[in-house]
């Protein structure tokens, strides 16, 4: 039975979580496939030892596995999923993030071209494909600074001392 519901939960985890999401417009953290289907576990686990192996009644096993199921809901929730959301995501970053960053040119970027630029992330440092936004050549080693994102391209310009980076 444990088995069965573990199975179910890995493959209807996702499922869950849109559907949950498509019903509430708001954001419910505590309802993800994790806890509903944490709390569904213990119930029915509890609900099969109070029935078996105790002197409880049904009503008694009834209430005793619900009264179990909805605290290892929320025993789940702020003992696993809250302190997972305060964990940073990821190292990863979408490049429209990169607006407004410096870098240094690594590869030639010609006046009509493409060239390659080195930019410093929260995750180390990442190499992307860049064009000059004044489309003027930016030579190896110059600094620069993101100025817009155009699809997988970043459009780039020389970065001055005295400009204000965002």
Do not use: W
């Amino acid at each position: 039975m444990g088995i069965a519901v573990t199975l179910l939960s890995f493959i209807f985890s996702n499922i869950l979580d849109g559907l949950l999401d498509s019903l509430f417009p708001f954001e419910l953290p505590m309802l993800s496939s994790v806890t509903v289907f944490g709390g569904l576990t213990v119930f029915g686990g509890a609900g099969v030892i109070f029935t078996n192996y105790t002197s409880f009644t049904r009503s008694m096993s009834l209430i005793f596995s619900l009264i179990l199921a909805v605290a290892s809901f929320f025993l789940l929730y702020y003992l696993l999923i809250r302190p997972a959301q305060n964990i940073e995501a990821s190292v990863g970053f979408r490049l429209s993030d990169l607006k407004g960053r410096t870098g240094m040119v690594t590869t030639t970027i010609p006046a009509t071209g493409l060239g390659e630029v080195i930019i410093t992330t929260s995750g180390g440092n990442t190499n992307q494909i860049a064009q000059s936004a004044t489309g003027e050549e930016i030579p190896q080693g110059t600094k620069i600074m993101v100025s817009d994102v155009i699809g997988h391209t970043l459009l780039v310009q020389p970065f001055l001392a005295n400009e204000k980076v965002e």
